[in-house]
Nanobody, 125 residues
Framework: QAQLVESGGGSVQAGGSLRLSCSVGGYTWSAYCLGWFRQVPGKEREVVAAIGNDGSSRYAEFAKGRFTISLDSSKWTLFLQMNSLEPEDSAMYYC???????????????????WGQGTQVTVSA
């Protein structure tokens, strides 16, 4: 049973940077898909970025060029480096994991079986 714990959220001004971390514990999968999602009240949880066991990564259009997902496999810690933050990036950010290879199509919330508790990111203008 995987346990995910996020950290690194906070408040930042537009143009600033934050790095989110997610510690993945109790994990012994040989195949996996790890991802970051975000959600604002009243809206669907949307994928930000994901990385698979083959090392490939993918990003939502809004994240391309600004965000970078990475995995320290020695510590089973997932990161999301976010640069050039905009007020529209304000949301609760969630770490997600699943013991299957990343689905080749558009990733959705239902594609992940394990979730962290979320960390708030607030970007002020």
């Amino acid at each position: 049973q995987a346990q995910l714990v996020e950290s690194g959220g906070g408040s930042v001004q537009a143009g600033g940077s934050l790095r989110l971390s997610c510690s993945v514990g109790g994990y012994t999968w040989s195949a996996y898909c790890l991802g970051w999602f975000r959600q604002v009240p009243g809206k669907e949880r949307e994928v930000v970025a994901a990385i698979g066991n083959d090392g490939s990564s993918r990003y939502a259009e809004f994240a391309k060029g600004r965000f970078t997902i990475s995995l320290d496999s020695s510590k089973w810690t997932l990161f999301l480096q976010m640069n050039s933050l905009e007020p529209e990036d304000s949301a609760m950010y969630y770490c997600a994991a699943d013991p299957l290879e990343c689905y080749s199509g558009d990733l959705k919330r239902d594609d992940f079986g394990y979730w962290g508790q979320g960390t708030q990111v607030t970007v002020s203008a």
